[in-house]
């Protein structure tokens, strides 16, 4: 079943002409018909530009013109990334309807590599949530079971990937916003190095922590989403110079040697399920039978990390929300808004004390981390997905409670500007997908994607090479 | 003039945002836990490059 076949296999077999970029189009269409009622994954379903995109595809192969290394696959990216004269919804109100006269950088060059955009994808208003939750454009729900959680705020990247819609997708993370939703949907999610994907041309949460990012079944899918959407660009000064690598020809290897540090503090404090706690456990061994050592490390001071990237995220967000947050408050959420305010309320010199912190606190953080181990391995989340009704908190009293738990594994990664990169490994009691995370270096998505890869070719594959069993339960319940 | 007035006090007039007291509430508690935790690690900032954090991520990439 085409649906079924990771990005790097439907992209080689077209490759091959043992299928058409049209009939791939057209399998991802039928399923999206299926997924949408269920999942409400995409903002915008472009099916009669894809498919004339499909056709130009297929014509250029015959011509035997030069293909892209993702030509023909269908993709479809979060609708916060924008493409000139066209709506980026940030699934808002209040941008509903605002056209855009820009065109990111990272999904002009996934296009310009083959890559057909089949539409725009459900996300948490304005990327701030990270649960999947939005009353403008309505919740976008967990493949593996409607009633959960497809986390967030790239909400609809996690849902529509791992529900065989799209073979891959764009996220954006500025707190775990890419690694939380492939956690949850059972598939991966690499935020990269800060600076080494191109931020330009889309809407900002904060211009200093946010990562743009691939979501897709597999590690080598994730690595050639990579190396096409990677590198400098003049449009964004602050985007790295460094050489792009071939991510996808780095992933072969072994394991041996490399030592995979275990925190000693903080991911396993209490709040973490149990289930979570087994399948970190059931992926250690892996890795060690694949050749690995494990190693304690002893982790800084991961609340201050937190606090500090918390304090420059709302307050940047604020600066980019005031006009609207002044003459258009009724139209965002109550949550967004609450968390958008809370940037309004530190002093000019605490911010600038978290910017002037954050290189010395990521030298501590690498001399520390990085003198003991090569990877660090954490959960992802400290828990299995929840469903929507039990984590749909709004701007509660329990709001900001909630939030820290559920960013506990990835804000601190975010502040300080590392490579982190969310693995599917197992199931919780109730089926539901769980992850890893793999923390490294400055600009080592190389180890990271390698570690990965080699992990699910020793598990056997993950549960992104897994369909969810659909459908579970039926949605909408009165269907 | 309690933290929640203080705290909407100093919001409405730097910025002009008009922020209901349960917002006010919120963000003087959360700003507050915040504040208290970097006081308590608190370290001189006067010999650090604040244009150094690009530098410090590529020297700390894999060699």
Not at chain 1, 60 to 88: E, N, T
Not at chain 1, 90 to 108: N, P, Q
Not at chain 1, 116 to 140: Q, S
Not at chain 1, 386 to 412: M, Q, W, Y
Request: some cysteine; aromatic content about 6%; charged content about 20%.
């Amino acid at each position: 079943m085409i649906v079924e076949k990771s990005l790097v296999e439907i992209a080689d077999a077209i490759a091959r002409r043992e299928v058409s970029a049209r009939e791939v189009l057209d399998a991802s269409l039928a399923q999206i018909e299926k997924q949408q009622p269920r999942l409400n994954c995409f903002t915008s379903i472009e099916a009669e530009d894809a498919q004339k995109a499909a056709d130009a595809a297929d014509a250029a192969q015959a011509r035997g013109d030069a293909l892209g290394p993702l030509h023909g696959v269908p993709l479809a990216h979060k609708d916060l990334f924008y493409r000139a004269g066209k709506v980026a919804t940030c699934a808002s109100e209040i941008r509903r309807d605002m056209k855009v006269d820009t065109t990111s950088t990272a999904l002009a060059r996934l296009e310009a590599a083959g890559a057909i955009t089949v539409g725009m994808l459900n996300m948490a208003e304005f990327a701030i949530g990270p649960t999947g939750h939005n009353p403008h454009w309505g919740h976008c729900r967990n493949p593996w079971d409607p009633d959960y959680i497809s986390g967030g705020s790239s909400s609809g990247s996690g849902a529509a990937v791992g529900g065989r819609c799209v073979f891959g997708a764009l996220g954006s993370d500025t707190g775990g916003s890419i690694r939380l939703p492939a956690n949850f949907c059972g598939v991966v999610g690499l935020k990269p190095t800060q600076t080494r994907v191109s931020c330009y041309g889309a809407m900002p949460v904060s211009f200093s922590m946010d990562c743009f990012g691939p979501l897709a079944r597999t590690p080598r899918d994730v690595a050639r989403l990579m190396t096409v959407a990677a590198g400098h660009d003049p449009q964004d000064p602050t985007s790295s110079r460094r050489p792009v690598p071939d991510y996808e020809a780095a992933l072969d290897g072994d394991l041996k040697g490399l030592r995979v540090g275990v925190p000693t503090s903080h991911y396993y404090e209490p709040g973490i399920d149990a289930d979570v706690e087994r399948v970190m456990r059931e992926s250690l061994d892996a890795l060690v039978a694949a050749g690995a050592e494990v190693v304690e490390v002893a982790m800084p001071d991961h609340k201050r990390l937190i606090d500090l990237g918390t304090m420059v995220t709302f307050v940047e967000a604020a600066v980019a929300h005031k006009q609207w947050m002044h003459e258009r408050p009724q139209d965002y959420s109550p949550q967004g808004l609450a968390r958008l305010e809370l940037g309004l309320g530190y002093p000019a010199t605490a911010y600038l004390e978290a910017l002037q912190l954050r290189p010395v606190l990521v030298q501590d953080f690498i001399d520390q981390v990085f003198g003991a181990c090569d990877v660090l391995h954490t959960p992802t989340s400290p828990f299995a997905p929840k469903t929507v009704e039990e984590t749909d908190v709004g701007a509660s009293p329990d709001l900001v409670a909630f939030l820290n738990n559920i960013g506990r594994c990835t804000r601190a990664v975010s502040y300080l500007g590392l490579p982190g990169i969310s693995v599917p490994a197992g199931f919780s009691d109730t089926g539901m997908p769980i992850g890893f995370q793999l923390i490294g270096r400055p600009f080592d998505e190389v180890g990271l994607l390698r570690t990965a890869h080699l992990y699910e070719q020793s598990v056997g594959g993950l549960l992104g090479n897994v369909a969810p069993k659909m459908p579970r339960t039926a949605w909408p319940p009165d269907e | 003039m309690s933290d929640d007035e203080l705290v909407r006090t100093l919001i409405e007039s730097f910025s002009g945002y008009r922020v209901n007291p349960e917002s006010a509430k919120r963000i003087a508690s959360e700003n507050k836990a915040v504040r208290q935790g970097l006081e308590n690690s608190a370290q001189s900032l006067a010999d650090v490059q604040p244009a150094n954090y690009e530098n410090v991520l590529d020297n700390g990439a894999p060699k």
